[in-house]
């Protein structure tokens, strides 16, 4: 029957024609033997539905939307009439074969029907695509795909979901056993729940996913209770680590992409944040073993495994240093050991002995240092505080803040002050502060903390450094403005005030003719600049940078000034011995046995010396080292260390008895007549608040004072 043959087609003949066409799709879903739809089929039921569409407007329409659904309800349900039309599906539905169905098998066949499904939703689609695309979209209505996956959510697996939950659940635990699963019929089953939400995640995570993680703690926390007792740390990282990977290769083969951040998180959660504790400090193989016992690939699976928990490297970089600080202390007991046994009193052994001392202590801090680069990945935790991390300036002012606060619990404040000038001297003089604000941040916060006077030297040490430079930037100009004054070497003097800064060595050191010089030059020049001052030379502070040709190669050397006095006589000498350096330079024996030892038995060997010891001795002999070479072409060559401590708190006692002879006075003009105990404990008032412990020989006379007796201070 043509349509051209009709003008209208009756509703009921009309749904019986596309009827055919539908049973059609359905045979070839099911896998009967049916021809496929030709072009003239697919054109033939489209202009059908078109014709009933157009031409039964007022009640086709409306009929029609109720049997296309009722089709697919009908093939899902296990009815065979709807409302009076006969629509044979055959005896296999989609809900009675599911149902009959368990586990892996109910699987296969949901996503068989599933697909089928799909395929049958898009050719009906198609098939009535007039009325989708006119008549549903004017009304606002679902759209007919829509409509079709609606149906099988609350027809098929609105009743199955739990079912097919648990069945792929099981399978996941399966293979965590170790047993090989279907993964891509897994994927298949998965793929439903994500689309069953058209666009929406709600059904994969509350259908499926809050089961699957619930279940995933359960694994792990049964796993790991067993492994927490069996297994040594390492083997439970490596176990650890082994399962973390293969929950990333279930995400990749057949779990949605936005479960990985949830999963992981469960199974760190069970393996390494419930147990961190008992794992890390394990007996014989937890984080200090591994620390002991340089398990340096096993330090670095703990920092990832337990980088990747919340606050997880807390514990480690705790532990980390506690070992550490247990190994430094260790050391520094053996030197102390070492200092007070009673053989070793000779200089050259104590020396020998402090020189071992911090051979060790650097070798531990390279040995821990590379454990923080290579194990712990140059993480900051793992640095000690400011080495690692560069701070912002709020953040420095704002421990400079706390620091100074701390000072009001020192008792010594007046010794604390005198070792804060002392380092401050050293940045200030060997450019190692890192910013001159800072620098002047701290002592504005010392003066409000402890008073003008406290701060009233370094801050004068700061105001030297600016006028040096001035001063420095005028003698430059007057070089270039009198030609006849060139020192013949670059000359950089920085000119302090002799009050402000700690009290420094100064020997009448002979220096070379080269230097000389130099010298006459800047007196020459302060001179113009004032006559009422007397400059005195500190060349313990000089540094030089002087070019050494050795035969390898030419290389510069920064050294000291007394270093570079010691080289320069090797000029016009090829062997000297200890005592013709000695009378040479006009040193002591300290300092001659520091700088000859810095050139000859240290890292670099600028000098040969006979005999080859490692120490220095006065019938020593010294020649210059031509073959001396290095990878760099400048290096700077240090002098030991001196330790200042016994001279800082000498210095600081001599000034704590001007400090009470000052009281004294101050007391003794206002009160006239004082009791003696009563003449102490003001001094210990006036005095407390910059150190606590009063001498008493410091006040009293020559002769005993009893504590009732008075002081009285004379008439002038």
């Not at 569409?53 to 009722?70: R, S, W």
């Not at 911090?358 to 140059?378: G, M, P, S, T």
């Not at 006065?618 to 330790?643: G, H, Q």
Request: aromatic letters at 10%; charged letters at 30%.
């Amino acid at each position: 029957m043509s349509m051209s043959e009709r003008k209208t087609i009756d509703l009921e003949q009309g749904w019986d024609f596309m009827q055919k066409g539908i049973m059609k799709l359905k045979n070839i879903l099911e896998g009967l033997p049916e021809p496929q739809f030709s072009s003239e089929d697919y054109m033939m039921l489209y202009t059908s539905i078109s014709w009933l569409a157009t031409h039964n407007y007022d009640h086709g329409l409306e009929c029609l939307i109720p049997k296309l659904i009722t089709v697919m309800h009908q093939r899902m349900m296990n009815k065979d009439t709807y409302h009076g039309y006969s629509t044979y599906w055959g005896k296999r539905k989609v809900l009675p074969s599911l149902r009959e169905k368990h586990d892996e098998f109910m699987l296969r066949e949901l996503v068989k029907r599933w697909a089928n499904h799909k395929i049958m939703v898009r050719w009906l689609s198609r098939f009535f695509h007039y009325l989708d695309r006119y008549f549903i979209a004017r009304r606002s209505l679902p759209p007919l795909n829509e409509v079709g996956l609606t149906c099988f959510r609350d027809l098929v697996y609105k009743e199955l979901s739990g079912k097919v939950r648990d069945a792929v659940i099981s399978l996941i635990d399966q293979e965590r056993e170790g047993e090989q699963i279907d993964r891509a019929l897994l994927k298949n089953v998965l793929d439903i729940f994500v689309e069953i939400g058209m666009g929406q995640m709600d059904h994969y995570e509350n259908d499926f996913e809050a089961a699957m993680l619930k279940d995933t703690s359960a694994y792990y926390s049964r796993k790991a209770s067993n492994w927490i007792l069996e297994d040594s740390c390492p083997d439970y990282m490596l176990k650890a680590e082994e399962c973390l990977k293969r929950e990333k290769d279930r995400v990749a083969h057949y779990l949605h992409s936005s479960s990985e951040p949830k999963l992981l998180e469960k199974v760190q959660h069970e393996l390494l944040s419930v147990y961190a504790n008992q794992l890390l400090e394990k007996e014989h193989s937890g984080c200090h073993a591994l620390l002991r016992d340089d398990k340096v690939e096993d330090l670095s699976r703990m920092f990832r495994l337990f980088s990747k928990i919340p606050r997880g490297l807390d514990p480690v970089s705790s532990i980390f240093k506690q070992h550490v600080t247990a190994e430094g202390m260790a050391l520094v007991k053996l030197a102390e050991d070492a200092a007070s046994n009673k053989k070793a009193e000779k200089k050259d052994i104590i020396g020998l002995q402090e020189q071992v001392f911090v051979r060790k202590v650097i070798e531990l801090h390279d040995k821990y240092l590379a454990y923080v680069n290579e194990c712990f990945q140059n993480h900051t935790l793992f640095h000690k505080k400011g080495g690692s991390e560069k701070l912002s300036d709020e953040a420095i002012e704002e421990t400079l803040e706390k620091v100074v606060k701390l000072l009001a619990y020192i008792s010594d404040k007046d010794l604390f002050a005198e070792f804060y000038r002392k380092k401050l001297a050293r940045r200030l003089l060997f450019d190692k502060s890192a910013n001159d604000d800072h620098e002047r941040s701290i002592l504005t916060k010392l003066k409000q903390q402890c008073g003008g006077q406290f701060t009233s030297k370094m801050e004068g040490m700061v105001t030297d450094l600016t006028l040096a430079k001035e001063n420095q930037t005028s003698f430059e100009e007057y070089l270039s403005n009198n030609p006849n004054a060139d020192p013949g070497i670059d000359l950089t003097v920085t000119v302090l005030t002799t009050g402000f800064w700690p009290s420094y060595k100064s020997f009448d050191l002979n220096l070379p003719a080269e230097m000389v010089r130099c010298v006459e030059v800047f007196k020459e020049f302060y001179q113009t600049k004032t006559k009422h001052r007397k400059l005195t030379w500190i060349y313990s502070l000089g540094t030089c940078n002087i070019s050494g040709k050795f035969e390898p190669k030419t290389m510069e050397l920064i050294v000291t000034t007394y270093q570079a006095s010691a080289l320069l006589l090797f000029n016009s000498s090829d062997r000297l011995s200890y005592s013709e350096i000695m009378t040479q330079l006009n040193l002591s024996d300290d300092d001659v046995i520091r700088l000859l030892h810095s050139l000859s038995c240290a890292k670099y060997k600028i000098l040969n010396k006979e005999p080859s010891t490692k120490t220095i001795s006065s019938t020593d002999y010294f020649e210059f080292n031509a073959k001396f070479t290095d990878k760099m072409r400048r290096i700077k060559i240090p002098l030991p260390p001196v330790d200042e401590k016994k001279k800082v708190i000498e210095d600081v006692d001599k000034d704590r008895r001007y400090a009470i002879d000052a009281s004294i006075v101050r007391i003794m003009k206002s009160r006239k007549v004082l009791n003696y105990q009563q003449l102490v404990m003001e001094c210990v008032e006036q005095l407390g608040r910059m150190f606590k412990e009063l001498k008493c020989l410091y006040i009293l006379p020559p002769y005993p004072v009893p504590s009732d007796d008075f002081v009285s201070m004379p008439v002038c």
